[in-house]
């Protein structure tokens, strides 16, 4: 695959500070927040007279690993034992039951409750204007990522900072998700003596990754190696461009003719991202009648695509996890333990 920079002027700033321009009288007309703090104590009787009014609740965290959520509570001092009425839940999680019972005081490990206070956010107002500021920059960027900074992690050459070599995975925020992603460094030069790969993180995350290892083929005379979907190096040599494309959207020849900066692209759909697009290439029967014939006289061709993601694919990912809403913890921590299906 062949990744390079594209650096494009346009008017996105001003679209975005257009947007943006009443974060600061938003925000300077807001009076106060209604917010909760919570508090951890141990399980005495001088932290049980501090926690809010029965209406409210409090936490039981238990010493077997279990959680109690107790809308009422009373203390019987003489016995050591809280009871409680509320709900309880099981050590992962994932299961609730009604709860009206009493809980020994020695087997709760911590209390945590929570008490209504009102702050007045007026350093909100600051940070608006430098948010405004922020955002004119951050919203050019997302409109155009590539004027800004490349995918996460990205890949260069030696310290040639100004031309993308590849970009990587992005989409692995759990060890079950774990990915290796194999890129085409097509516009590296092979010459003699080290030859280095730099990866830099230029999207403002953090990443943890295992290793990154330069991988080294012969390369045939006149041609090339690539990497296939089942993970193998191919020598390829006579490489044809298609003699015509054609799409939906009109004619895509000098885009598809070789991997160099120039790229096909097209939007997609406005209200279903699963809609398909069709790419009709045509190549030249005589001048494919002589390529890829091996010792044998059989003749083998492939079909070579070079192709990058772009935010389409990353807003599918996050987007995912923004309609799980609350339960993206829980979805992802099953994910994690491999029980999705339950």
């Keep these: 695959m062949q990744f390079v920079s594209e650096i494009r002027a346009r008017d996105a700033a001003i679209r975005v500070a257009r947007a943006v321009s009443g974060l600061i ?16 104590a141990a399980p005495t009787s001088a932290a049980l007279a501090k926690a809010p009014t029965p209406a409210s609740s409090i936490k039981l965290h238990l010493r077997s690993g279990e959680l109690i959520i107790a809308t009422a509570w009373q203390e019987d001092t003489a016995a050591k034992v809280l009871r409680v009425i509320g709900s309880g839940y099981s050590v992962d999680r994932l299961s609730s039951a009604a709860v009206d019972r009493a809980v020994p005081m020695d087997s709760i490990a911590l209390l945590q409750a929570s008490t209504a206070g009102t702050v007045y956010p007026s350093g909100l107002v600051t940070l608006a204007i430098w948010g405004t500021i922020s955002g004119v920059v951050s919203g050019a960027c997302l409109v155009d990522p590539k004027a800004c900074f490349g995918s996460c992690p990205t890949f260069y050459v030696a310290d040639d900072t100004s031309f993308i070599q590849a970009e990587g995975f992005s989409a692995s925020p759990l060890r079950t998700l774990e990915a290796r992603d194999v890129d085409h460094l097509y516009a590296s030069a092979s010459l003699p003596g080290p030859f280095t790969v730099r990866m830099r993180n230029e999207a403002l995350e953090t990443h943890a ?33 298609p003699r015509e494309c054609r799409t939906g959207s009109g004619d895509c020849t000098t885009e598809l003719a070789t991997l160099d900066s120039r790229e096909w692209k097209s939007t997609t759909d406005s209200t279903d991202l699963a809609t398909r697009e069709t790419v ?5 029967r005589a001048a494919l009648a002589n390529i890829g014939t091996s010792n044998d006289g059989e003749s083998r061709l492939g079909l070579i695509l070079g192709a990058r993601h772009t935010l389409v694919s990353t807003f599918l990912f996050y987007q995912s996890l923004a309609f799980a809403g609350d339960a993206a913890g829980d979805v992802l921590a099953r994910i994690e ?4 299906a339950e």
């Design 280 to 284: 009709e290439l045509t190549f030249d």
């Design 209 to 241: 990754v295992r290793s990154v290892r330069l991988l080294i083929a012969p390369r045939p005379a006149n041609g090339r190696v690539f990497h296939s979907p089942s993970d193998e190096l191919f020598p390829v040599s006579g490489i044809t461009p």
């Design 337 to 340: 333990r491999g029980t999705v």
């Design 25 to 40: 009288t938003v925000v300077a007309m807001g009076s106060c927040v209604r917010v909760w703090n919570p508090t951890v």
